[in-house]
Each structure stands twice: as structure tokens, then as C-alpha cells.
């Protein structure tokens, strides 16, 4: 089983390495403030890109620019990014990171800052690297850091210093004399979403309309492998079971999250699938007879999960991800036969439900899986915890190994 796990993901990454381009139509702008049009490979970035790739059509090849070479650069309908010269806070806001002083307290650099808002008069952006840094630059202004510190308190409690509020009173004076302005303003977080909401509300403008995280729908089929190791007080202990394989059918939803540019994904599924266990065991009676013994165990199990993903390679087009399933296991039952030989007498008797089982229990998976082109979905998935036995003193243990493909539409 693991071999197959290793050798999936390999074959994931093989495949992945060809799918790994998103080029949207865009623009850059050169430093001579020459504008030319193409497509550039949008990568969805979390933290703000050092060099973008970029094409006047999408049979050429790609160039690179980086921020000594554009002035600006926007994705249609997307984001836009700016060069500036900053001065970045480089004091630690988490918990972890706030013991150690870092050597260089104020940086300067030049990056590539991405847009939240803009007006003719003020514009507000973000820089994220191991932090977040906002700035405003006013027309013909300066880019000023919106500052936000953290500082420790009797070791271990955080003091939050909103010294941003403030900064945003000079740059907006009016907010004092505006009661529903001055209440958001005396709430306000750190935070993309506050900040830029905040600035829409005090320049009355309209918000752009945000992109709605729809459900992704979609279904599949694929291959169940599972072994069965049974232990305890039983005759079944001493039968060694072969590997099941039967075809699953699934279908589900995706509902992405909104922060983190959708890397938590939340997997409804249901699924379907078929497990038949047949074993054959010559019992040793006495020096000259053998008992033989079969078992067949057949179970048809409807299963409702219940998934939290996470997208370790993110990307618009293309994602590698994994995560923990949660489900709640359905089966039936279909045959549960015990024969063997009376040596006595020479009969072959046959008993049923020789052990029990449960008819609904609940496992936890681990899941792992590549997205391609948006659309095609490969993943496989491995029973961690959860047993179908229901017979005191005899412990069943299956392995569930499932390798699934589905299309999402």
C-alpha cells in the first residue's frame, strides 16, 4: 500500500510539472512608462512576487521582469501591482518571534506593492512577506508605512499598539466629526479586508464587486483496494485474507475559504463502493486430517464524509493538496459465510454471521490529491482509524486504500 501512495504522488508531481502556467491577459509597465499588452502568468501570489513572467502572445516564449524593470504591471481584472521604494517594519507581530530583536528594525527595499484601493487623491497597499505592511501614498506623494506593533506583557500576554489609527486621522481629518467614520475607524483591525473597506467608506466610494467563492461541484470513479487482517478469539484469525479490489462511484462539493486565497478547502462527498473478502484455510485436526475452511464476507457501504483540505501547492489552474476525512460508514452486509468439513461425519456445514459487524461506524482517513487544468481531480486516500467489528474479544482491522478520478465542472 504505501508503495502505490508513493508512487501516485511521484506521478502527481511528474504530471503537475506540465501544468504549472496560468497566463491571463495583462499589461505591464516598462520604467520608460511604455505600456505594452500580453499575458502574464498569474500565480494568485500570497506574498507579493519578486519577478513576473510575461508574453505578447501566448505562442512566444516568456520573459521575466523584475521591480528594476517595470513601473507597474496588472492583471485584467484582477489585481494591479506598483514599484515603490519602501521602508518596512521588520519588528515581528506573532507570539513565537517576539522575544528575539531583529538586527535591522526599519528595511529599505523596492517591491512590487499590490493595490487595495486607489483614488486621485490617495491609494492604499499591501506588502506581505513574513507579515503584512500596508502603505498609503497620496497623488504626488510618498509611500508611509501604516504602522502596527506588538509587544510583549509580563512574558507571555501580547499588547496590540493600533498606532495605523492615528496615522489614518491625518490623512483623513473628517473621520473625527463623522460618528459612523470614527466608529469603524475606532474598531479597525490590521487587516486587508478592514483597511480597504475603510478606505472605500471615507472616500464614499464604491466598492468594487467582490468574487464570489462559488461551490465546485463533482463526481468520479475509481478503484477500492483493502485488506483484511482479523485478530482475537476466533477461527478467522488464522486466515490469511488476499487483496480486494472493486470500483467506487463518488460525488461532492468544494467550498473554498476566502482568506488565503482559497488554500482551506471544506469536501463534502458521498460515496459508494463494494468490498468481497474470500479466504481458504487448511485446518491441521490431526497428523492425517486437514480441515478446510472458507469464509466470504461481501459489503456494499454508502459513505458520507466530510473533509478540511489544504492546498500545499496553489495555484489558479493546478493544486497539490491534503488533508483529513471524517466518515460516517453505511454498510450492508450482502454475505457472511463461514463453511467447513465435518470430518466426522463428512459433511460440509455452513454457518452464518459467524462474527458481527457494525452496520454504520466511523472512520478517519488521511487524503491527498493533484488538480489539473481546473478541472481533473486525482486523489487517493488511506484509512487511518476506524473498524467495522462488532464481536467482543476479536478485532478487525481493514485496510482501505482508495485511488479515485473525477471531473469538476
Known amino acids: 500500500m504505501k508503495k502505490i501512495f508513493l508512487l501516485f504522488l511521484l506521478l502527481a508531481t511528474g504530471i503537475l510539472a506540465f501544468t504549472q502556467n496560468n497566463f491571463l491577459p495583462g499589461t505591464i509597465t516598462k520604467k520608460s512608462g511604455k505600456l505594452i499588452i500580453g ?8 506574498i507579493n512576487p519578486s519577478k513576473i513572467r510575461f508574453k505578447t502572445d501566448l505562442q512566444l516564449v516568456d520573459s521575466s521582469y523584475t521591480v528594476f524593470d517595470l513601473s507597474s504591471f496588472e492583471i485584467t481584472g484582477k489585481e494591479r501591482f506598483v514599484v515603490a521604494s519602501i521602508k518596512k517594519d521588520m519588528r515581528p507581530v506573532k507570539l513565537q518571534g517576539l522575544t528575539v530583536i531583529p538586527p535591522v528594525i526599519v528595511q529599505d527595499d523596492i517591491v512590487f506593492l499590490r493595490e487595495l484601493f486607489w483614488s486621485e487623491k490617495i491609494a492604499l497597499y499591501l506588502f506581505r512577506d513574513f507579515k503584512d505592511h500596508f502603505y498609503v501614498k497620496e497623488s504626488d506623494g510618498k509611500f508611509t508605512e501604516l504602522i502596527y506593533r506588538v509587544e510583549l506583557v509580563g512574558g507571555n500576554a501580547m499588547d496590540e499598539k493600533n498606532i495605523f489609527r492615528n496615522q489614518l486621522l491625518v490623512y483623513f481629518p473628517e473621520a473625527k466629526n463623522n460618528e459612523i467614520v470614527n466608529d469603524k475607524l475606532e474598531k479597525l483591525k490590521y487587516k486587508e479586508n478592514d483597511l480597504s473597506s475603510f478606505f ?13 467563492n462559488k461551490p465546485i461541484f463533482f463526481a468520479g470513479t475509481g478503484v477500492m483496494l483493502s485488506k483484511l487482517k482479523i485478530s482475537g478469539n476466533t477461527k478467522l484469525a488464522d486466515h490469511n485474507f488476499d487483496f480486494s479490489a472493486s470500483p467506487l462511484f463518488f460525488a461532492g462539493v468544494d467550498l473554498v475559504s476566502k482568506r488565503n486565497r482559497g488554500a482551506f478547502v471544506v469536501r463534502a462527498q458521498l460515496e459508494y463502493y463494494y468490498l468481497n473478502y474470500k479466504t481458504t484455510y487448511d485446518r491441521p485436526i490431526r497428523p492425517t486430517i486437514i480441515q478446510n475452511e472458507t469464509y466470504t464476507l461481501q459489503i456494499g457501504n454508502l459513505k458520507p464524509s466530510m473533509a478540511i483540505l489544504y492546498n500545499f501547492w ?23 459465510t463461514f463453511n467447513w468439513k465435518d470430518e466426522a461425519n463428512g459433511h460440509d456445514i455452513t454457518e452464518e454471521n459467524i462474527l458481527v459487524y457494525q452496520n454504520a461506524w466511523f472512520s478517519v482517513n488521511a487524503v491527498s490529491g493533484i488538480i489539473i487544468a481546473k478541472h481533473f481531480d486525482l486523489s487517493v486516500s488511506s484509512r487511518l482509524l476506524g473498524s467495522f467489528s462488532n464481536t467482543t474479544g476479536v478485532n478487525v482491522n481493514p485496510t482501505l486504500l482508495a485511488m479515485r478520478v473525477s471531473y469538476r465542472f
Request: proline share 7%.
Open 200 to 212: 472605500y467608506l471615507v472616500t464614499n466610494t464604491t466598492p468594487k464587486p467582490k468574487i464570489k
Open 314 to 336: 496553489n495555484q489558479p489552474a493546478s493544486k497539490i493538496y491534503g488533508g483529513i476525512e471524517l466518515l460516517a460508514n453505511i454498510s450492508n452486509y450482502k454475505k457472511n
Open 39 to 46: 499575458y502574464i502568468d498569474y500565480r494568485e501570489w500570497t
